[in-house]
């Protein structure tokens, strides 16, 4: 995410938007924990790269087995608002911590 993507993340966090970032968070650890603190002071919907991940994970198996089939990606971006909506916290924290190891 580039340094323009996290200002307009921040801009929509703050007119309390949910924010979907399906690409790495931040250009650094430091930006991504002050754009997730921003978006929990809000309270609004944070999700991270899991719209990629749940695309991976269903598509992967059917190239595999020779099933090509295309999906809009909404679909999968869909799929990772839901889930962090449900694990929103330990979603963002695992991430977090991840980048810090990184």
Same mark, same amino acid.
């Given at each position: 995410?580039? $340094?323009?993507?996290?200002?307009? $993340?921040? +801009? =929509?966090?703050?007119? /309390? ?7 790495? @968070? $931040?250009?650094?650890?430091?930006? =991504?924990? &002050?754009?997730?603190?921003?978006? &929990? ?10 719209? +990629?991940?749940? /695309? ?6 059917? &190239?595999? @087995? ?7 990606? /909404? ?21 977090? &911590?991840?980048?810090? /190891? =990184?």
């Amino acid at each position: 995410m580039s $340094a323009t993507d996290v200002e307009m $993340a921040s +801009a =929509a966090i703050d007119h /309390g938007l949910p924010v979907v970032v399906d690409k790495p @968070l $931040a250009v650094s650890s430091a930006r =991504a924990e &002050q754009l997730v603190a921003r978006a &929990q002071r809000a309270g609004v919907l944070l999700t991270v790269f899991l719209g +990629a991940l749940a /695309g991976s994970v269903i598509f992967l198996p059917l &190239q595999l @087995l020779g099933k090509k089939r295309l999906v809009p990606f /909404g679909v999968f971006l869909a799929v990772g608002g839901a889930v962090t909506f449900l694990f929103r916290d330990s979603i963002l924290s695992w991430y977090v &911590q991840f980048l810090h /190891g =990184a």
